[in-house]
């Protein structure tokens, strides 16, 4: 038997180590077992007749789907909410188990809509109960960052797939710092949501449907295509998005007739929030996303979010059908003097672009954030391509320079997770735990790993189901 000249490893490193020291080449292959107890379920589904074909067509049907924006309007005309009705971030909780940042911006949203003078006297009215109710944006095509509270008054950019009319929807973005959906609710807050509601949700509509007119819906996932090449991964940082947005809408907000100045401050307040295009990434993923809703025996993931206490999963081939467990601790950078013991659990949707392919699963698009949410450049050269292995394929349209140009990894698969431990890697601000503080910091956080042998449990319920 001749010496070999190349020798490939997996597992632990006891063989290689004995191979390299004989002065042979080792590959090691990062190789792990399935997670434990997934076994049986991996091979049910692995052998359902459905699975390659519906993950082909969910796939195609999420690539294929592109986001204009159309209009902006109060919720109350363009989901039905009605005094009382809240939404909310993640999947579905009570006010007994609402963690502090959701509280708090629940109380300001009660205030906001004048359910009461202070927000504070709004803790008796959720405790009561009988007056308001609280329901996942997810489940009124629309979603929120962070608490993600929504009541009437507020206003939502709409989001529409022109080929087949399907709409999703989002509220406008506040800014960074003591804000709504990092759960702070003090009079500075109010009068911002205020204004908001009064002079920049108003204006935004009359831009809005000024350039429909004139030259069509801005093209959203267009917009996305080219922020992706230019730095932004479309989470944590969409400065060139929102200056893309900025330049398709201030023509129509400048010869709109307005008030000069308040003309004046919308333009300086989008200009001078990075963070403003986030709310349109979110509802343009979750539009491509729910194009792959109810697809049988599919088990592409179409939705992940926290409510700061759960963290939540849903699948193409299990319908609306939650999967959660315990909502974990960003790992990153704080402001300030805040540190770990201030941090609420994970909490928004906007975990949405990572099931899309984009935020976190883009991170090497996006150097320049690295070190806001803790990380390094190598960190996230090798973070996308771990993300490849978890997904069914890759977006031809949102591609990574300094990748070849190859596409962001999409299609977060299930089964890829049980089988390889790799869990999706997701972006995310830090919320303070304790109601009324804000913002605290910005990091990395992953979902827990049990919601994914959950969901997978399921499909193969579904699977031996069907014979």
Not at 21 to 38: E, F, N, Y
Not at 45 to 71: I, K, S, Y
Not at 125 to 145: I, Y
Not at 254 to 281: K, P, Q, W
Request: with cysteine; proline share 6%; charged share 20%.
């Amino acid at each position: 038997m001749s010496t070999p000249t190349t020798v490939v490893s997996a597992g632990a490193d006891l063989f290689a180590d004995a191979v390299a020291a004989q002065a042979v080449a080792v590959t090691r292959v990062d190789w792990r077992p399935p997670m434990t107890g997934t076994e049986a379920d991996l091979a049910t589904v692995a052998a359902d007749p459905l699975r390659h074909e519906a993950n082909q067509r969910a796939l195609a049907a999420m690539l294929g789907t592109t986001a204009h924006l159309v209009d902006v309007a109060p919720a109350s005309e363009v989901l039905g909410l009605e005094p009382g009705q809240f939404l909310h971030a993640g999947p579905p909780i009570t006010w007994d188990r609402a963690s502090g940042p959701l509280r708090g911006a629940l109380m300001g949203g009660a205030a906001l809509e004048g359910l009461v003078a202070d927000p504070e006297d709004a803790v008796r009215l959720f405790e009561r109960g009988t007056d308001v109710s609280l329901d996942p944006c997810h489940h009124h095509r629309a979603v929120g960052p962070m608490a993600g509270v929504v009541t009437p008054s507020m206003w939502m950019f709409v989001l529409e797939d022109l080929a087949t009319g399907a709409r999703t929807h989002c509220s406008l973005n506040e800014g960074l710092g003591k804000v709504l959906r990092y759960g702070a609710y003090g009079p500075e807050v109010l009068t911002r949501l205020r204004w908001m509601r009064e002079v920049l949700g108003p204006l935004l509509q009359g831009a809005v449907r000024t350039t429909v007119d004139l030259s069509g819906p801005v093209d959203v996932t267009g917009i996305l295509t080219q922020m992706l090449q230019m730095g932004d991964e479309a989470h944590n940082r969409n400065r060139a998005g929102t200056l893309m947005l900025l330049r398709d809408l201030a023509p129509a907000l400048v010869t709109s007739g307005a008030d000069a100045g308040d003309v004046a401050e919308v333009l300086r307040f989008v200009g001078g929030n990075d963070h403003f295009f986030l709310n349109l990434a979110m509802p343009a993923c979750k539009l491509a996303l729910d194009a792959a809703r109810g697809t049988e025996g599919s088990t592409m993931v179409v939705a992940m979010s926290r409510n700061g206490t759960d963290f939540g999963v849903q699948v193409a081939g299990t319908g609306d059908e939650w999967f959660t467990g315990p909502a974990q601790l960003a790992d990153g950078l704080f402001l300030g003097d805040y540190g770990p013991d201030d941090a609420n659990p994970d909490i928004g949707d906007s975990a949405i672009t990572e099931t899309a392919g984009i935020g976190g699963f883009a991170m090497a698009t996006a150097p320049a954030i690295v070190r806001l949410v803790g990380g390094s450049v190598p960190d996230a050269l090798a973070t996308t391509r771990r993300m490849h292995e978890i997904t069914l394929g890759e977006n031809p349209r949102w591609s990574v320079p300094v990748l070849e140009f190859q596409g962001v990894p999409s299609g977060i698969d299930v089964t890829r997770v049980c089988r390889t431990g790799i869990l999706p890697q997701i972006n995310t601000g830090m919320a303070g735990k304790v109601a009324g503080v804000g913002q605290v910091g910005a990091g990395l956080v992953t979902p827990p790993a049990e919601i994914f042998p959950k969901a997978l449990a399921r499909l193969a319920e579904l699977t031996r189901a069907r014979g």
